[in-house]
């Protein structure tokens, strides 16, 4: 079985090439829900929707999330009514996250309504959140973030959730921390720490380190899971020549102290993980990893065609040392 430690688009992509490779079957993925959010009434899964819809086929291909061939019938109603609109959400998506909350509400938790949609769009692929526990990113504001007609003024030192951060305010406001809301007190999902245990291989996705992989490792017992599989663990970095192909974690790496380059990549996860896959156009820079004691891979890590993405997972397959 191939574990995924898996964030939005980078895993998402990840996974899809995992699937040309592997039987969809022996695939699982622990999945970020640090990401989660209440909006009109409604749960909302980022991470765990656009994996889903990725593997679907189903995802919207020019912005990476989102369903394909959308309507917005919906968002242009709550305009009219100037209403909360700043976080998209399509007419069909509407239609997961209202799934999700009616099931939630009758008691279900987070994993299995996750199966049960999976199930529905017939993937054969285990999507395992995290935690079914609340568990939200948070993140502190460096410097004044001033007022525009979109959203209120805010002063170094606020505080505010991931999805205002990102989509809201566009990631365009420097960080200075970041916290993970209710994780002392989340549990791992039942299945997760026994995916770690006996997965054949371990991959964290070229994910937002910071933002994506950290509010998984952050749950209780996962962190250890993983420290005690480390040669098992195999880490595709997400930056490319100094810069992230999609989202802010070049920025928010040299934001929060980190060096924002392969090496820097390295020393985040080098307790946890025996090899690191960058690109080739890092490759001056394999010896530096190593010298951070994991063992280098230079491969293509651009996933923007099918093919260039099975060809990555074969690699990282094969990486494990």
């Not at 989340?186 to 910071?210: D, K, M």
Request: proline share 5%; with cysteine; net charge negative.
């Amino acid at each position: 079985m191939i574990l995924t430690l898996a964030g939005g688009v980078g895993a998402a992509r990840m996974l899809a090439g995992l699937m040309q490779v592997v039987p969809h079957d022996e695939l699982t993925a622990v999945v970020n829900v640090g990401d989660d959010l209440e909006l009109h009434g409604l749960r909302i899964s980022p991470d765990l929707d656009t994996i889903t819809y990725t593997l679907a086929g189903a995802i919207n291909p020019e912005t990476g999330w989102g369903l394909v061939d959308e309507s917005w019938q919906a968002r242009t109603m709550l305009e009219q009514y100037g209403g909360v609109s700043w976080f998209g959400l399509g007419d069909r998506d509407l239609g997961t996250h209202l799934y999700r909350t009616q099931r939630l509400s009758e008691g279900a938790d987070l994993a299995t309504v996750t199966a049960e949609i999976t199930e529905a769009w017939g993937l054969g692929v285990r999507l395992l959140p995290v935690t079914c526990d609340a568990l939200r990113t948070r993140v502190t504001l460096a410097a004044d973030d001033p007022s525009t007609s979109e959203f209120p003024c805010l002063s170094a030192g606020s505080e505010i959730s991931f999805q205002e951060y990102f989509v809201q305010r566009h990631h365009g406001v420097p960080v200075s921390s970041i916290r993970f809301a209710g994780a002392e007190n989340a549990r791992p999902t039942e299945g997760v720490l026994e995916a770690i245990a006996t997965a054949t291989t371990i991959v964290i996705a070229p994910s937002n380190p910071l933002v994506s992989i950290d509010p998984v490792l952050v749950v209780p017992g996962v962190n250890d899971a993983v420290i005690s599989r480390r040669d098992q663990v195999v880490a595709v970095s997400p930056i490319v020549a100094g810069s992230a192909l999609k989202g802010p974690a070049d920025r928010l790496m040299r934001e929060l102290g980190h060096e924002p380059t392969v090496v820097g990549v390295a020393r985040i996860y080098r307790d946890i993980a025996a090899t690191l896959v960058i690109d080739e156009a890092d490759v001056a820079s394999a010896a530096a990893v190593e010298a951070e004691g994991m063992r280098c891979v230079v491969t293509p890590t651009v996933m923007d065609t099918p093919e260039r993405a099975a060809a990555l997972a074969r690699v990282v397959i094969g990486a494990q040392s």
